[in-house]
């Protein structure tokens, strides 16, 4: 059986992180999501993949290539113009047969999830989750087990069981998204198609998800995703640690990296390759450090993603952020993570204020950000890409 994962979006909403790099290939974790998604499915059974591809497709050809890295064969598809998620799915005929999986590239899901779907024999199988506010999300009303409608947004929600955006299809759903119409939002719905699926007498089933599910539609919903997989982290060091370093916990410290003296490490922390780490910093639990990353003397860093090439300038503080590639925090620059009335952290995106839902966040900062000595960041405050900051800079918003 072969997943068909799709990959085509930019994610707008993942901004300024996604200006030039695909949202399936922002890291968590220290690999990219998509990497994760790939893994379940691979630990599920799934020997063959077709990658629906679209916005800086190259970035994802280059990195998975033709799969062989990973023990399985990878397809690529381009989605010209991205009209929805039937438009997309149709791009997949041709390409698979018989039965196949759905998965969404920015949707982490647990192989044992992944497994008991290969299993089921109906002609779709919807993964669904039990969530305590259905009104926000595409609600299932099922009757003997089965799917006879699918409620998108309803405001008398007639189950708990929300849509979860991974699927198992028969090639007979592609007669389905051919007959499709476009919805009000000028898009091909795959939940349209499903819907002529289920009138049409066919059975489609709905398969709760047990495990992992983290969708991930915000820049912050990575910092969750990343403390729900470090949990998972076994410790493991192809790196140097110098003698009086401190490391605690389950920490992995990659090929070429460097621990320097009076370091203090408390896991779960991931450290990429080639790192220079320290002396004398403390980095906290839940922090994921990329690739060729540099952390200088005296910084602090808790639960805090800091992508590939990025150097944090000593006597400087990063709490629950991610930081994008490429950036360098001047020598005292400090990012605050909490509110002073310890309500949730509110974000500006384009031009409307957004409850994160977390108490603490700190930056969202976009690749080839650099901040001057002193800078102070306040907040959930969002950096585009390649801007700077001066020295003793105050950034509120």
């Not at 990497?35 to 077709?50: M, P, T, Y």
């Not at 699927?167 to 939002?185: G, K």
């Not at 795959?190 to 699926?197: A, E, G, R, V």
């Not at 002073?340 to 994160?356: A, F, Q, T």
Request: charged content about 25%; aromatic content about 6%.
């Amino acid at each position: 059986m072969k997943a068909v994962v799709l990959v085509a979006g930019k994610g707008t909403r993942m901004e300024p992180l996604t200006s030039d790099c695909p949202k399936v290939m922002l890291q968590v974790a220290n690999k990219p999501i998509l990497e994760h998604i790939l893994n379940s499915a691979i630990q599920a059974g799934i020997e063959g993949f077709v990658f629906i591809t679209g916005y800086l497709e190259q970035q994802i050809r280059e990195y998975f290539g033709d799969g062989s890295k990973w023990g399985v064969s990878i397809d690529y598809v381009q989605q010209k113009e991205q009209l929805g998620t039937a438009n997309a799915i149709g791009y997949a005929k041709g390409h698979v047969e018989e039965a196949f999986l759905v998965l969404n590239g920015d949707m982490l899901i647990g192989q044992e999830d992944l497994k008991a779907l290969l299993s089921r024999t109906e002609e779709a199988v919807i993964c669904v989750k039990e969530v305590e506010n259905p009104s926000d999300f595409g609600v299932l009303e099922v009757e003997n087990n089965k799917v006879v409608r699918i409620i998108e947004k309803p405001k008398n929600p007639p189950t708990k069981l929300a849509n979860a955006g991974v699927y198992l299809f028969r090639e007979s759903i592609f007669d389905f998204i051919d007959r499709t119409q476009a919805s009000v939002r000028k898009e091909f719905e795959i939940t349209d198609s499903i819907q002529m699926l289920i009138d049409s007498g066919a059975a489609v089933g709905y398969s709760p998800l047990e495990g992992r599910w983290i969708d991930i539609g915000y820049p912050w919903d990575l910092l969750k995703a990343n403390e729900r997989l470090l949990k998972d982290l076994k410790s493991r060091c192809e790196g140097t640690v110098e003698p009086n370093a401190t490391i605690k916990g389950e920490v992995v410290i990659g090929k070429g990296a460097l621990i320097r003296n009076g370091s203090y490490i408390e896991g779960p922390v991931i450290i990429g390759e080639n790192c220079d780490i320290g002396p004398n910093c403390f980095i906290r639990p839940s922090t994921a450090i990329g690739n060729h990353a540099r952390v200088g003397n005296a910084v602090e860093i808790k639960n805090t993603i800091i992508m590939e090439g990025t150097h944090v300038g000593h006597l400087s503080y990063v709490g629950d952020s991610i930081i994008g590639r490429r950036c360098n925090f001047g020598a005292g620059t400090k990012v605050a993570n909490l509110r002073h009335d310890g309500k949730n952290i509110k974000v500006r995106m384009k031009g409307k204020i957004l409850d994160s839902g977390r108490r603490k966040l700190g930056v969202i900062m976009g690749d080839d950000v650099h901040t001057g000595i002193n800078t102070s960041i306040n907040v959930g405050v969002m950096i585009e890409k390649g801007k700077y900051t001066s020295p003793g800079e105050i950034v509120k918003r």
